[in-house]
Structure formats: structure tokens, C-alpha cells
């Protein structure tokens, strides 16, 4: 199994910015790709950004232009760096990695982002 563990999250005035990072351990040679998702209250979560093992990147049409997801394997941790940030991104958001054969998902514990003046 895959385990991560987000941190990076906190309350921000809107226009600024926060990077999240998400640690991934465990059978990090199995990850086949990991992204950020945004849980807001009474609303499904939702993706944001995925990278995959090759690099290929995937956003949120919300977020394109705003946020960039990156990673460093040496560091077995991806990046969530979020400018211009509105209140409408406020959300707990989550890291994710697709892993294994068989495919399963593990997910983080959540970071709350608040963005708010």
C-alpha cells in the first residue's frame, strides 16, 4: 500500500497563495499517478490537478492558469502550488495516488484551505 500525508494547508486572503505538498511512502514504486482533490462542504469531492509517472498533467478547468501541480521523486512528494486564490477554493483538499495492480486509490487525511478576507 501507498501512504500520504499532506500538509501545506491554512487560511489565506483571497488573491494570495499556499503550496500544499503530499509525502508519499510505502510502495511508491507501484504509483501510477497522484493528484489533488477539493472536498467542499455538502459537495462531492472533486478533482483538481494529476500528475502521472510519465508527467503528464490534468487540471481542473476552475483551476487552469491559478494552480500547478509538480513533484519531486526524489523527495517522493508532489506540490499543489495555488495563486490567486478566491473563496470559492475554499475546501479541505486531498492527495491522492492511483497505485498497483490491481488499480486502488489511497488517499491523505485532508488539509483544510481557507481563503477569506
Known amino acids: 500500500q501507498v501512504q500520504l500525508v499532506e500538509s501545506g494547508g491554512g487560511l489565506v486572503q483571497p488573491g494570495g497563495s499556499l503550496r500544499l505538498s503530499c509525502v508519499a511512502s510505502?510502495?511508491?514504486?507501484?504509483?501510477?499517478?497522484m493528484g489533488w482533490y477539493q472536498q467542499a462542504p455538502g459537495k462531492e469531492r472533486e478533482l483538481v490537478a494529476e500528475i502521472t509517472s510519465g508527467g503528464s498533467t490534468n487540471y481542473a478547468d476552475s483551476v487552469k492558469g491559478r494552480f500547478t501541480i509538480s513533484r519531486d521523486n526524489a523527495k517522493n512528494t508532489v506540490y499543489l502550488q495555488m495563486n490567486s486564490l478566491k473563496p470559492e477554493d475554499t475546501a479541505v483538499y486531498y492527495c491522492?495516488?492511483?497505485?498497483?495492480?490491481?488499480?486502488?486509490?489511497?488517499w491523505g487525511q485532508g488539509t483544510q484551505v481557507t481563503v477569506s478576507s
Open positions: 510505502g510502495r511508491i514504486f507501484s504509483i501510477i499517478a
Open positions: 491522492n495516488a492511483l497505485a498497483g495492480i490491481p488499480k486502488y486509490r489511497s
